[in-house]
């Protein structure tokens, strides 16, 4: 039986996240994201997440630092845009946000109904699962708004091929 064409747009229009961190892991819950989204249908948001400036003595050293962090974000997001691109045939929501990971990742999924589905992978040095991931299975279960994947952080390529 044939999907309804409301079915069909829900699935297009279904958007997995990514934080993207400077963990060995983000390239894990990046694949799976990518592969759920070309086997499924919908598209991914990447969201950096860039710490504010410190108390700087003087406003243009601290107005430099900042801007320097963001083209950096950019200049990263741009280089898994083409990944994600590669996979998925379609470019990613891109967004970058100052401020703490897990405040700022709440605060996105409070104001953007597009996000449907949460990917993060979880660490793999046997140090728990990752500081974001225990915030939002513990104390800050009840603010997350949307699904959560939590991925292996040591799955490959292969592996997740397979799962998704």
Known sequence: MGETAEAAQARRDRVFLVVVDDSAE???ALRYAALRVRKSGGRMALLRVIEPAGQVEWAGVGAMLAEERREEAERLLSGLAAEVNE???GLPILLIREGDARDELLALLAEDPRISILVLA???GGTGPGPLIQA???RYATKLLVPMTIVPGGMSDAELDRVT
């Open 26 to 28: 983000r390239s894990v």
């Open 136 to 138: 939002l299975t513990g």
């Open 87 to 89: 996979l998925t045939g």
């Open 122 to 124: 979880s660490a793999t």
